[in-house]
């Protein structure tokens, strides 16, 4: 092996294989499958590979082919001197060394850029790359294999469906990363590019063995200080760290930068200046970066700077920094997420989900041949559902990429597990109908659709320095599949479920059957308990994206409104009578869209206002279908759990406990959730529910009807995120809080449940008793150590939660005590006392 010069780096690689179950590893873990002599006779003892320069995708192709025969099978490959050696050997190369070299004649089908070639009877093994980051592509797809089980002899070609597969992170300057639920920057910290790079190296590794090709490094609420020279060194040692891997680097740049970095006294895209303020910014940045894939610009949205401020067009804007990057064959992403922040309710017709196309369509085949519109999935902001963003129906001559988001803003910020595929899928397979001619959106963005030469795939991640990346080693399934998808959107959902879990979690089939069960129900149980009918998350828009409070989504600016009121809900879209959006569409969509009966159940609401009482297609009223819902996705939540611990024993302790703590605190969540919906609309309506559930909870006691001492009443805002709209907090910050009651249920086994606020800036203690016997005790630390994210310092919706004790034994006549205890801003907050027999949820 000294032959490539890496013998230090395999080391690397395997010490950060034996290392705890922590998630580091991801889905890379290579682990022990038994392998006996006749076994190991079967698999490739050699390893050949034609021209691994060092740092070359093809050396490290060679790396990791290295340590994962070795992890997985003990298998020491040797590294053998002869140039086209083909027995028992794995041989690595491009395709055209392959042939040069070779003197091949093997036929190997043609390959677009970034294909690769597999082909393995066992012990002999081809790995042919259309380019070294291809072959690296091929590798690691053997790799997948291996570690699966999997010792077929096959023989395929694989392609990619679109050139750009990147991500992008919104990691900040100082460290913080914008929606990232995973810890802070692995790239910035304190304004500057950090010293140590190991966990870049590792996420590189990881985003290419999904052929993820690109990686934007910071927030595309940009900060001009990355563009220091200081910082330019930063990024270019962050580009040497990731070019073995093929994944190339860009940024985002803010648009104000030639004013507030350059000291000029204008950004105008068109002054000479400008233009050339940004040419010797992109040269310096290709020269620490040569293999710069490119900038991705936010401009004139949310209060960025753009070129509006010189009455110049979006294109315009573009076309300055894609002009820039042609000398070095960059490629610029332009964010089609550009909306007034300020539009006014009162007006019938105002509506945000038309923005993307009244700015962009009449731009189309304005922008250079190296620009490419980021046109995020649906028209308003990564919901639980929307339509299919109609700008992708709208730009034939504009080359366009999907923006997906990885990170679950909106979604449960990684501590609700919600898998998100089924999702995407709806919006890839989207047929536009484009002059009536199928146009799926996937076959749009990989430019198939209108004959262009760029685009593809943009995912929002957002890993951090958490070792488990996105805070959730469950939630990592969608960063594993959002890069199989990018490569074939066609993959069923399922299916790379599958793979995900023999990778991550091994072979049993109890475990991969129980986490694709649960995998495949998360998002529909979360859209039932967040916001159904198309009527968008009914999260806090106005705060952290995260627990509920529908009425923030009205009487703002922001335009994410549902028109609730008394007697109706939804928006009006339509032409006939609404804000004209379904006419954005092609017409066989704005017609299917424009009318109630060809409207899908799953979107009424986003396009139509109707009367809570109004009949959908099942069958049910609006009304009842929410209440109904928000009762089936909780109940289904409440099942992860027993379904997650029937892997006792089957998954490592370490992973075991933190995914039951993430499932369990869903379940508990998903409560807080079903009732603050169900409990807003009664209120608002006045409409009782059939099953007479909403605002009857007959095995729950409110903690203001305890018997309290050092506790005090406190009326909860927004209201339905307390039982009854009320909770207790301790009278001062320093006294303890005591609340006592006699339980008059039936005397038999019970699961009892406190519902209570874990608030950022506390850790308070409680304790729950019976006849002074203690059943339990919990400290209200969720928030800093079992979820990935502080959320809330209120009580609210974000810090409402539910600690659980099982299987408790309650003789009627016991006394129930709470002791809390309050820590810093958080007053030992109760809502309510629920005593759960088996089988029931309330
Ligand atoms: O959804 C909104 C987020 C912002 C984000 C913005 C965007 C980076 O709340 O945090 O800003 O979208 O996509 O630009």
Redesign the pocket.
């Given at each position: 092996m000294g032959q490539f010069g890496f013998t230090g780096l395999v080391c690397g690689l395997l010490l950060s294989l034996a290392a705890a179950e922590d998630g580091f590893a991801g889905w890379l873990r290579y682990a022990p499958i038994p392998c006996d002599t006749s076994c190991l006779q079967r698999l490739p003892s050699k390893l050949t590979l034609l021209n691994a320069t060092t740092g070359s995708p093809i050396e490290t192709a060679g790396l990791e082919l290295i340590s994962g025969l070795q992890s997985i099978f003990s298998q020491n490959l040797t590294t053998t001197q002869s140039r086209c050696d083909e027995s028992s050997s794995i041989l690595v190369a491009t395709v055209e060394d392959f042939r040069h070299e070779c003197n091949a004649t093997t036929a190997i089908p043609e390959l677009v850029q970034d294909g690769f070639w597999l082909r393995s009877t066992g012990s002999s093994v081809q790995i042919l790359g259309q380019s070294a980051r291809g072959a690296l592509y091929g590798a690691y797809e053997y790799l997948s294999l291996l570690a699966q089980g999997n010792f077929s002899h096959v023989a395929y070609s694989s392609n990619p469906h679109a050139p750009i597969r990147w991500v992008n992170q919104?990691d900040n300057m100082d460290g913080v990363i914008?929606?990232g639920y995973g810890g802070l920057s692995i790239f910035f910290k304190n304004g500057r590019v950090v010293d140590d790079l190991a966990p870049v190296k590792q996420y590189a590794r990881l985003l290419a063995s999904i052929r993820i090709n690109g990686l934007i490094v910071n927030?595309?609420?940009a900060n001009a200080t990355l563009l220091s020279a200081e910082n330019m060194r930063g990024l270019g040692r962050i580009a040497d760290v990731c070019r073995p891997y093929g994944v190339r680097i860009g940024v985002s740049l803010n648009f104000a930068s030639p004013e507030t970095l350059g000291g000029l006294d204008t950004f105008d895209p068109l002054d000479a200046t400008v233009v050339n303020w940004w040419n010797n910014i992109t040269n310096s940045l290709y020269e620490h970066v040569p293999d710069l894939a490119g900038y991705l610009v936010?401009a004139d949205?949310?209060g960025?700077p753009g070129p509006s401020t010189y009455n110049r067009t979006l294109s315009q804007g573009a076309n300055l920094f894609a002009r820039a990057l042609q000398p070095h064959g960059g490629i610029l992403m332009f964010?089609a997420?550009v909306y007034d922040s300020n539009l006014n309710e009162s007006d019938w017709k105002a509506d945000r989900a038309k923005a993307a196309v009244q700015y962009f369509k009449n731009l189309d085949g304005e922008f250079e041949e190296n620009a490419v519109v980021q046109i995020?999935y649906g028209p308003i902001?990564?919901q639980v559902r929307e339509p299919v963003s109609p700008l992708f129906a709208n730009l034939f001559e504009t080359n366009t990429a999907i923006?997906l988001?990885v990170s679950q803003?909106?979604l449960g910020q990684q501590n609700h597990l919600v898998y998100l595929p089924p999702l995407w899928k709806t919006i890839l397979n989207f047929d536009l109908r484009v002059d009536h001619k199928p146009s799926l959106v996937r076959d749009i963005i990989s430019g198939e659709r209108f004959n262009r030469t760029l685009g593809g795939w943009a995912a929002?991640v957002n890993v951090g320095t958490n070792t488990t990346w996105l805070g959730s080693h469950i939630a990592m399934s969608n960063l594993y599949a959002y890069g199989r998808l990018a490569w074939c959107p066609t993959d069923d959902s399922e299916r790379i479920l599958h793979d995900w879990t023999r990778l991550t979690f091994g072979t049993n089939s109890q475990v991969i059957n129980t986490i694709t069960n649960i995998s495949m129900a998360s998002w529909p149980a979360y859209e039932q308990y967040s916001g159904n009918l198309g009527i968008q998350t009914l999260t806090d828009i106005l705060y952290t994206?995260y627990g509920p409070n529908p009425a923030s989504q009205d009487n703002n600016g922001w335009g994410q409104w549902t028109r609730a009121d008394h007697e109706t809900v939804g928006m009006d879209r339509t032409v006939g009578n609404g804000t004209g959006y379904t006419g954005q569409y092609p017409t066989e969509i704005a017609q299917r869209f424009e009318y109630l009966n060809s409207t899908p159940d799953d979107l009424v609401l986003w396009f139509h206002h109707v009367p809570w009482t109004h009949r959908l297609h099942s069958g049910k009223t609006v009304i009842q279908h929410f209440y109904d819902a928000h009762y089936a996705g909780a109940e289904t939540a409440q099942t992860f759990v027993s379904q997650w611990e029937s892997l006792r024993g089957l998954v490592d302790k370490e992973r075991y406990d933190a995914v039951l703590d993430r499932l369990v605190y869903q379940a508990g969540h998903s409560i807080v959730w079903r009732d603050a919906v169900n409990n807003f609309y009664f209120n608002m309506t006045g409409i009782p529910d059939q099953k007479r559930r909403v605002g009857q909870h007959p095995w729950r006691i409110e903690a203001e009807s305890m018997e309290l001492d050092g506790y005090r009443l406190y009326t909860v805002s927004p209201f339905e995120t307390a039982s009854n709209g009320t909770a207790i907090v301790t009278s001062s910050n320093s006294t303890t809080g005591t609340a006592r009651t006699t339980l008059h249920f039936p005397a038999s086994t019970y699961d009892i449940g406190v519902n209570y606020y874990d608030m950022y800036g506390g850790e308070s203690h409680w304790t729950l008793s019976l006849n002074d016997q203690v059943v339990g005790e919990w400290i209200g630390n969720m928030r800093n150590h079992t979820l990935g994210n502080s959320v809330s310092i209120y009580l609210d919706g974000h810090s409402a939660t539910r600690v659980i004790f099982r299987g408790v034994k309650v003789q009627k006549g016991d006394e129930l005590k709470i002791v809390g205890r309050p820590d810093g801003v958080e007053p030992a907050p109760v809502d309510y006392v629920v005593l759960l027999p088996s089988g029931v949820v309330d």
């Open positions: 919104w914008e929606r927030n595309v609420n936010k949205s949310e960025q964010r997420f995020k902001d990564f923006e988001e803003e909106y929002v994206h």
